[in-house]
């Protein structure tokens, strides 16, 4: 069966439980036609969200184990892949026969981790669920938001060692589908291009979320976005790494639903159950550094760091307050590209939209904000959270308090045991190059080199560190670590 024949089965099949609110069954039809391009890999790819496909329940206050059972034990997404492509895709490996270890290879190629919860084997992000064609494999929202340390996953955690590009491409090829992607989802491995994603379904829907003809909206897809932590949003007052969006906002977390076979009904009625999922992230919390700790230098650490880096990133504690600071770029100085490069028309379209006109619980709108810098997160769980700033070119909290030690060009193993942490200057270690590799070099390879050269890396910016002598950067870093 050809993929066109395929998406034409997988269309009617859909049209009448997910696109009816749009019209007929033939105008269901016709728009698959017009968008064809975009069904064949929108439908797939869940980058920074999930599809939860419950029947609204109707009013009624969230809840964080309805949210944890949605999150963990349901798949949404249709079927990405076939089973026998998972079983087979060593073969584009250029292995002549599969490995004994298959399943511990597949999650080192691209960067999965064992899930801390009943998933049939598959790793996090991944698993089994039921399709036209018979069951197969799909992907969710633990495939950015899954990571480990130490040897052990972490629900929430941003996926630092992901390479989401050789998997799609990988499994597509092992499936007999050798087309690449509509643009790269990894530049750099451990970082994904969510918000373009985003842009990239948003552009087929009008205000009411009604399939219309691909709108030329610009795709900047080299931002390298480093996943931020789940456990942080509770703290915040507004979220994403630009502060764009309020905090409690649901409807945000929904934007991938915005899949052409989602009709705008359908997708609306997901609400509650991604409010039960916002409950959940909200409840998670950091986990906490697993080796001992100098408690006299970290009390030393925690009076500069009070004196230093309060005022942006809050204080901790008991009586602890933190401020949700957005700085501006040209304080900041970090790399602007992300707070930049989504096109006004999509932001205006986004703001006009259902998603832009969400309440809160007395009636009163959850403002969606013009970018104007990046936000100081909070650094609960700092330690666990490398590397660092938005587009994750530091490698470790040393780099972070001292920008003329940076390096330029680097690499790491993307393993995430204890002998890949370093634990004296807090993240992950690394290898610093003289220079980049060439084209010669198979991509999924170059993808494990970080070039702050590259648009979208730069690693200047943050120097307020810089005039701390070492002794004070490392009584900041132990202070770190209690946190």
């Known amino acids: 069966m050809s993929l066109r024949t395929c998406y034409g089965k997988v269309t009617d099949a859909c049209s009448n439980e ?10 269901a039809r016709n728009w698959a036609r017009l968008l064809m391009p975009s069904l064949r890999w929108a439908w797939t790819v869940v980058l920074a969200g999930t599809v939860f496909a419950v029947a609204s329940e109707g009013e009624r206050r969230a809840d964080p184990q309805r949210g944890r059972e949605a999150l963990l034990t349901r798949a949404y997404l249709p079927v990405a892949w076939s089973e026998q492509t998972y079983q087979n895709v060593w073969k584009v490996w250029g292995l002549s026969e599969r490995p004994a270890d298959f399943e511990e290879r597949f999650r080192q190629r691209y960067g999965l981790h064992q899930a801390p919860y009943p998933n049939d084997g598959l790793p996090m ?5 039921r399709g036209l064609l ?7 929202c633990l495939l950015c938001h899954g990571g480990s340390l130490f040897g052990q996953s972490i629900i929430g955690l941003g996926n630092a060692s992901l390479d989401m590009q050789a998997l799609f491409e990988e499994m597509f090829e092992a499936q007999g589908i050798k087309r690449a992607t509509p643009f790269p989802f990894t530049q750099v491995r451990g970082t994904t291009e969510g918000a373009m994603m985003a842009v990239y379904l948003f552009r087929i829907r009008d205000e009411e979320l009604r399939l219309v003809p691909p709108q030329n909206f610009a795709l900047t897809p080299y931002l390298c976005e480093d996943a ?3 456990w942080l949003l509770k703290k915040k007052k507004t979220m994403y790494h630009t502060g764009s ?5 649901v ?3 929904m934007q991938f639903l915005l899949n052409p076979l989602n009709g705008p009904d359908h997708i609306k009625s997901l609400e509650p159950t991604f409010a039960d999922v916002h409950a959940y992230i909200c409840g998670l919390e950091p986990p906490k550094y697993p080796l001992a700790i100098d408690q006299k230098l970290a009390e030393k650490g925690r009076l500069l760091f009070e004196k230093h880096c309060a005022r942006c990133h809050g204080t901790y504690g008991p009586n602890g307050a933190y401020p949700n600071r957005i700085i501006p770029l040209k304080e900041i100085g970090t790399d602007p590209l992300r707070a930049q490069a989504i096109p006004k028309e999509a932001k205006q379209l986004y703001a006009r939209s259902w998603f832009g006109q969400e309440r809160d619980s007395r009636g009163r709108p959850l403002i969606f904000q013009e970018e104007v810098g990046y936000q100081a997160p909070p650094l609960d769980g700092v330690w666990a959270t490398a590397p660092y700033f938005h587009n994750g070119s530091v490698p470790t909290v040393y780099h972070v308090l001292n920008s003329k030690a940076r390096p330029r060009i680097f690499t790491r193993s993307f393993r995430t045991g204890a002998e890949d942490y370093d634990t004296v200057r807090l993240g992950w270690k690394y290898q610093e190059l003289d220079g980049a590799p060439g084209p010669d070099v198979p991509a999924i390879e170059r993808r494990k080199v970080y070039d702050t050269s590259q648009p979208g890396r ?3 910016g943050h120097t307020y560190g810089d005039n701390l002598s070492d002794e004070e950067r490392f009584a900041i870093i132990e202070y770190l670590k209690t946190l």
């Not at 992000?125 to 669920?129: A, I, K, M």
């Not at 018979?134 to 969710?140: A, K, P, S």
Request: charged fraction near 30%.
């Open 458 to 460: 730069s690693n200047a």
């Open 125 to 129: 992000g991944l698993r089994y669920t």
């Open 18 to 27: 997910r696109v009816r609110n749009e019209g007929a069954e033939t105008r």
């Open 245 to 249: 969006t309020d905090a409690r906002s």
């Open 228 to 230: 931020p932590a789940w």
């Open 251 to 253: 409807r945000s977390i």
């Open 134 to 140: 018979g069951r197969g494999i799909t992907v969710d």
